[in-house]
């Protein structure tokens, strides 16, 4: 009999000890799981780099917790998407920021806020005015807004990618939920029979340390669902391609079912606006655009490209 009741105190006692925990502490409050007391120490959660935490997004808890090293912020997952648990002072009493951030029309009147840079910069050239009937799509803008737009053609068949890069933006003052965005189109010049292949790109690049290290978030390719070649639209197409920066890197391409060669797209087919969302309101925030292509008749054409915070 004595053996059992201590078996029964000793399982009553273990429940107790279990139910809450303290580090330094006797008792810890009934509404915590663990308590931690000290006068002299923090509580150290783990380190990560960034590429680290964007690892985890796909088997990341709700809940979890870590500290991201390169962007010296504590990082939440809410289920979604890492959120920032804590800021900093912006000097408008604490209360982050939201709105346009920067915008690049490419219009004489803007300031230049990008450099051009990887395997052909020279190949990029301001466009406007509007395509001939020597072009396809034929009599349409080479531009969305303003006046001009900002071109890429390059014609040398083993070429790699090339970017505008922006300049290195302190987001800190904004909200953790930015925007990259800008409008896109196809062209054949020259010829009413060239286009975009699938080896053909626009891409969006976002680094959070001042561009040492990139993630590729969202890459459109030319041709499209199906087999075809020498794909083309205007700016008037109304189709979209978006991707969250938490999520991996992914490719667009118009789900134009066509097969053969010589597609003018229209409508929701014709990709005309690429966006990242959910980025990161990093101190060292660098955004670019990489562009591919591999024959002097095919243009792309960028234009309204903008980052915003919500």
């Known amino acids: ?28 409050h009934v509404s915590s799981a663990l308590e931690i007391s000290s006068d002299s120490k923090g509580f150290l959660v783990p380190r990560l780099t960034t590429a680290a935490v964007n690892s985890l997004s796909g088997t990341a808890s709700e809940g979890l917790i870590v500290y991201d090293k390169e962007q010296k912020k504590f990082l939440g997952w809410n289920g979604t998407k890492w959120v920032d648990l804590g ?13 346009v951030i920067f915008s690049q029309r490419f219009e004489t009147s803007d300031s ?24 396809a799509p034929a009599s349409v803008a080479l531009f969305s807004e303003g006046a001009r737009g900002f071109g890429y053609s390059n014609a ?51 680094s959070t340390d001042g561009g040492t290290n990139y993630n590729t978030k969202l890459t459109l390719t030319g041709g499209n669902s199906s087999t075809a070649t020498n794909v083309r639209w205007a700016f008037t197409g109304s189709g979209t391609g978006t991707n969250s920066y938490a999520a991996s890197g992914i ?14 797209l229209t409508g929701a087919q014709a990709i005309t606006k690429l966006s990242v969302t959910g980025i990161p309101n990093s101190s060292q925030l660098k955004l670019r655009i990489g562009v591919r292509n591999n024959a002097s008749t095919e243009l792309w054409v960028i234009d309204n490209v903008k980052l915003q915070a919500f």
Not at 6 to 11: A, D, E, G, P
């Open 1 to 28: 009999m004595t053996k059992k009741l201590f078996i029964i105190s000793l399982i009553s006692a273990s429940t107790a000890i279990f139910s809450q925990v303290g580090i330094n502490v006797e008792n810890p």
């Open 87 to 99: 800021f900093e002072s912006s000097g408008n009493g604490g209360n982050l920021q939201t709105g």
């Open 112 to 135: 230049v806020n990008y450099t051009t840079a990887g395997f052909a910069p020279s190949s990029f050239n301001f466009t406007s005015g509007s395509t001939t009937n020597s072009d």
């Open 156 to 206: 040398n068949s083993s070429a790699t990618t090339s970017y505008v890069e922006f300049n290195t933006i302190d987001a800190s003052p904004y909200t953790n939920n930015i925007t990259f965005s800008f409008d896109v189109a196809a062209f054949s010049i020259g010829s009413t029979g060239n286009g975009m292949e699938n080896t053909d790109i626009v891409s969006i690049d976002v």
């Open 251 to 264: 490719t667009v391409t118009s789900s134009n079912t066509n097969t053969g060669s010589g597609i003018t």
